[in-house]
């Protein structure tokens, strides 16, 4: 009787352990697991990105430079998997129109993209496009001004927060003022259903725009 209980207990011990075993694997399987995707996302992203934009110029050549930028968009696109999904890592995509600098298009991605001055004007730029076609599609007359607008960037939805003061985020504030589990910081206010100014705040740069004074920060140029 005795050594049976000492069996059924050594038995639940020996599935504690395998059980133990199992999660220890799986705590340390995902996040090796999660940074080889990040890393597989970020090759094919490169990969995907350079074989539109080659296509892109070659188009743009084959066509003496008489190319818009919806066409370049259409020439990526027909090219690759869809414009919006080159990344495979879920990055908003940006064609970059070069042509009136005697440049062609370029395609990047707001994710992997290496310059992170770039990554940061082209994010901050779409997610204010974003809050104001949504300002711009309340009926003053009905709705009330919003306290925060859903976006989404690279993938990945963000509150956008109303805010009444000016704010004042230094550079690299996101990821050492206590901000790094809050991702990127976005910051609006309106006035009369207008937007007039405007804080992104990412784990690098922060970018401020206003009304009459447009962009000012440290990616500025
Ligand atoms: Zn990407």
């Known amino acids: 009787m005795r050594s049976r209980r000492t069996a059924g207990y ?9 059980l133990a075993v199992i999660l220890a694997l799986i705590a340390i399987g995902i996040p090796v697991f999660q940074s080889y995707k990040k890393k597989q996302d970020k090759i094919g992203c490169m990969s995907a990105m350079d074989s539109a ?20 968009v259409g020439t990526a696109a027909y090219a690759m ?11 908003t995509v940006y064609l970059i129109d070069e042509t009136a600098k005697g440049g062609a298009y370029e395609i990047t991605c707001g994710l992997h993209e290496s310059d992170d001055c770039l990554r940061t004007r082209l994010n901050a730029g779409y997610v204010l496009g974003q809050i104001e076609d949504y300002v711009g599609n309340l009926k003053p ?4 001004e919003p306290d925060a607008i859903e976006v989404t ?6 509150t956008a927060e109303a805010t009444d003061e000016d704010l004042s985020f230094k550079r690299g504030t996101a990821t050492t003022m206590g901000y790094e589990n809050k991702g990127t910081l976005v910051y609006y206010r309106l006035e009369n259903y207008e937007v007039v100014y405007y804080c992104f705040v990412d784990e ?11 962009w000012r920060g440290d990616c500025i140029e």
């Open 141 to 144: 007359a009905e709705e009330d």
């Open 204 to 214: 690098d740069h922060v970018a401020y725009w206003e009304k009459d004074t447009l």
């Open 81 to 91: 998997l869809g414009f919006t999904d080159l990344c495979p890592g879920g990055g």
């Open 153 to 158: 960037l690279n993938g990945a939805k963000l």
């Open 53 to 72: 934009k080659r296509q892109v110029i070659y188009e743009y050549i084959n066509r003496g430079g008489d190319m818009t930028g919806q066409e370049a």
């Open 10 to 18: 050594s038995l639940v011990i020996i599935i504690l352990v395998i």
